[in-house]
């Protein structure tokens, strides 16, 4: 596993959401730089929303894979009041086609659902808040060889997003 330098700045979210009524039924909220984590999986949404924007103080950016048009969206239509949603976003599902162009397919990768049993489990809103936080070293350490080896195309991407 790649350690990202700013992972420990940052929140990392992670919604499951009805397909049907667009409902959260489960979220995690992980603090990269400790661990601190909120959990939700039913009862009281708006508390434990607004438990997850009290782990957000401190944190300098929120991070998730699609959390710009996923995440963030079903959080906003729900406590739009939320201090973690005025946080700058990074977001590893935009960033995977610019650190591994090779890759066409930029879908979170959950080896936790490898093997014949498993690939029927469930999203697992925590592990996916991890495997964010884990991308985004791997991403982190794609950039640095770009920089590295590509410096002009490096200032591009920056300077075009």
């Not at 700045?9 to 979220?27: G, P, Y």
């Not at 498993?118 to 991403?139: H, K, M």
């Amino acid at each position: 596993m790649i350690e990202s330098r700013f992972a420990h700045k940052c929140l990392a979210i992670d919604l499951e959401v009805a397909r049907d009524s667009d409902r959260i039924h489960h979220f995690a909220a992980i603090r990269g730089d400790n661990g601190e984590k909120v959990m939700y999986s039913g009862g009281k949404l708006a508390v434990a929303l607004r438990q997850a924007d009290a782990l957000a103080d401190g944190a300098e950016f929120v991070l998730g894979h699609n959390v710009i048009a996923f995440d963030l969206p079903h959080i906003r239509a729900i406590a739009p009041e939320l201090r973690l949603l005025r946080l700058p976003v990074l977001d590893t599902l935009r960033f995977s086609p610019l650190a591994f162009p090779q890759n066409p397919y930029h879908r979170l990768i959950k080896h936790y659902k490898d093997g014949g049993l498993l690939r029927f489990r469930r999203n697992d809103p925590e592990l996916d808040a991890r495997i964010s936080l884990q991308l985004l070293g791997e991403e982190e350490a794609a950039f640095t060889l770009l920089k590295d080896n590509s410096p002009h195309l490096l200032a591009a991407w920056h300077w075009l997003l």
